[in-house]
């Protein structure tokens, strides 16, 4: 590492050096912020390790929530990338299916995933389904748009190669075509993941007896931002380590593309 | 491009395959609203579309649902205005003055996997009830997309051009502002695009959980008076503004640059 990269992290670690003791000056020795509109690091702190067993104020302890969010956000995002990928394909491959999904498909992709959250909870009450299927409409969005574009970027050159050695139409989308939209399809994937992980906080804070999104929307209904604050921490700390697992994925999975 | 896509089939067939097939999907919905249980909790497309034209003139609660939509979108372009415009500066700092890069970057990565919408209940209790905690929401959605891409767009630039502008005898501040400037706009508005989109999605989610107007509050408000076909209008009017918003945008970037439209 030469000198001049050691000073910029020193630099990059004193930044969040300065963060925090600003923080904690302002908030835990000079008490320039009421504790009920934004508490210290200290007590941030201290309300996470609490949190990690007691159940008070919410009824459950942080990882009874994030169990509870995760496995909702895992069955829909599931559920979406195993059928959304497939229609995505579909839809590029086959000129029959394009002409009649896509329109049907244009009418609901701009709306937000979460904008359903109400209509669901009507037709499907408050339980676990309801949520699914909202997490589900919010993943399956991007991987259709992201598998369509992939399968669409394959080279014509590659495919008459294919014809001129007599491959089916089939063959050529396998072998030819799949391979090709791979990278898109994982980045699919992934922004699936990011979206089905804000869709399901967004949920639970309108209707939920668990879960991350229902934590902080409790704390903020008693006053206690120092939970909300564990609650968004965790939810980044997840969210990014979802990003950082896919993208690992996606280094094993596709090869031959420059990074 | 492949030889597979819709090249070969005329734009009068197309648009004939879309009308069929939104026509038919309308009727069954319709259809099975009338004739099978899914009338007990849904309504028709028919009803809808009538609710959606009669509150043009008939207010849902104080507003009409052009007024609820005027309400979202001032929300969304105050909040999208001010953090495009910080984070367009910011991401452009940080890419081209390492120190900055050090700085910042740290502080920026923290805050960037929280999804704007988390920040929710934390902006509640900070700002209250009001205009401004949807503001300062909005602004955190716009920023954090706006920030990276205008970032990733400095220091995608390519170098041999940076080292001819040199070569010819530009000074620093020349090469950012002939160079490194232009270089990023593309980036910029792939970031402007991205942003627009999240923001409306946020904005709704912000009216959903505290408002007393907008096309967020039209769906929930919905949802506590059972009311169907009034959660209908507001995802046909939520709908509707997300579409235009990115076809705007799309439009803007191609008039203004139109040297670099990618190819969508």
């Known amino acids: 590492m ?55 104020p919410d009824g459950a302890t942080l990882f009874q929530h994030i169990g509870s969010s995760l496995q909702i956000a895992m069955s829909g995002w599931a559920m979406g990338v195993v059928i959304g990928t497939p229609l995505g394909i579909a839809m590029a491959w086959y000129k029959k ?15 937000p995933g979460l904008a359903w959250i109400p209509l669901m909870i009507l037709l499907f009450g408050i339980g676990l389904t309801s949520k699914i299927v909202t997490v589900f409409l919010s993943a399956f969005v991007p991987c259709v748009l992201n598998s369509y574009t992939g399968i669409r970027q394959t080279k014509d050159v590659h495919l008459w190669v294919g014809q001129t050695f007599g491959a089916s139409d089939f063959q050529m989308l396998m072998k030819i075509a799949v391979p090709t939209s791979l990278p898109l399809v994982m980045t699919g994937v992934r922004v699936a993941l990011g979206a089905s992980w804000t869709c399901i906080v967004a949920a639970e804070m309108l209707a939920s007896t668990k879960g991350l999104g229902y934590m902080i929307q409790q704390a903020r209904g008693i006053y206690r931002p ?12 997840i969210g990014a380590l979802f990003s950082w697992l896919l993208t690992l994925v996606e280094r094993k999975v596709i090869k031959g593309v420059k990074r | 491009m492949t030889g597979r896509n819709l090249k070969g089939i005329s734009k009068y067939k197309k648009i004939y395959a879309a009308v069929i097939s939104i026509f038919v999907f309308l009727c069954i ?20 579309i009538k609710l959606f034209f009669v509150s043009m003139v008939k207010p849902i609660g104080h507003d009409t649902i052009q007024m609820h939509i005027v309400w979202s979108l001032s929300r969304v372009m105050t909040g999208f205005v001010i953090g495009s ?60 997309a706006i920030t990276m891409n205008a970032f990733a767009g400095v220091r995608a630039v390519d170098p041999e051009l940076i080292g001819a502008a040199r070569m010819l005898g530009a000074n620093n501040r020349q090469v950012f502002t002939t160079i490194v400037l232009p270089s990023c706009v593309p980036h910029i508005f792939a970031g402007l695009q991205i942003a627009i989109g999240s923001s409306w999605a946020t904005v709704v989610a912000a009216e959903m959980v505290r408002a007393s107007q907008g096309v967020g509050w039209v769906i929930i408000r919905g949802q506590d008076s059972n009311s169907t076909v009034q959660i209908m209008v507001g995802i046909v009017a939520v709908g509707i ?24």
Request: with cysteine; aromatic share 12%.
């Open chain 1, 97 to 111: 299916i394009d002409l009649y999904a896509r329109p049907l498909f244009d009418l609901i992709r701009p709306v």
């Open chain 1, 226 to 237: 120092d939970i909300i604050i564990c609650g968004m921490i965790t939810i980044g700390i």
């Open chain 1, 2 to 56: 030469s000198s001049k990269k050691k000073s910029y992290l020193w630099l990059s670690i004193l930044s969040i050096v300065v963060f925090v003791l600003v923080w904690y000056l302002a908030c835990d020795v000079l008490k320039l912020t009421k504790p009920s509109t934004l508490p210290g690091p200290v007590t941030v702190v201290k309300t996470f390790i609490a949190k990690l067993t007691s159940t008070a």
């Open chain 2, 85 to 144: 415009a910080l984070g367009v500066v910011l991401g452009i700092l940080m890419g081209w003055f390492r120190p900055m890069n050090a700085l910042f970057r740290p502080i920026y990565e923290i805050i960037r996997p929280i999804p704007p919408i988390a920040w929710i209940p934390l902006s509640i209790v900070w700002f209250g009830i009001g205009e401004p905690s949807k503001y300062f929401i909005i602004f955190l959605a716009a920023f954090s």
């Open chain 2, 241 to 264: 503004v997300g579409f235009a918003l990115a076809v705007l945008m799309r439009w803007i970037e191609a008039k203004l640059c139109a040297w670099n439209v990618r190819g969508r």
């Open chain 2, 29 to 48: 919905w319709q259809l099975a609203v009338m004739f099978t249980d899914v009338g007990i909790v849904m309504v028709g497309p028919i009803e809808v």
